[in-house]
Each structure stands twice: as C-alpha cells, then as structure tokens.
C-alpha cells in the first residue's frame, strides 16, 4: 500500500475543523488541476472601417 499525505482518523470534527480539511482538499485538487499560464482570452481581429468616423466629430485638416 502506498504512503499517503492525508491519514482519516476517528473523532467528532468541529464544523471550523471540517471547513479546514475541506478547504486543504479543495486547494490541492485545483492546484493539480489549474495550468501553468492560463490562456489569454482571444482577441477581435476586426476593426472600424477604414475612413469611418464616428458621428459628430470632423475631419483632421
């Protein structure tokens, strides 16, 4: 049998107790399951038209 980090012993855990244990559980699952370098969000390759301007401003002279 393997060596384990976590050893479940018996006992009436406290709810602060059971949030602590969670909690160490909960982080260590997402740590393995998070990438390294998240993906940057994907970016438009669209823009205004060319020569347009919004309404109300004027041409640059």
Known sequence: MADSLIRVEGGTPTPTELAAV??????????QEAPAHPAAPPRATWGPARGWRPPGTWPAP
């Open 22 to 31: 969670l909690l160490v559980l909960l982080s260590a699952t997402r740590a």
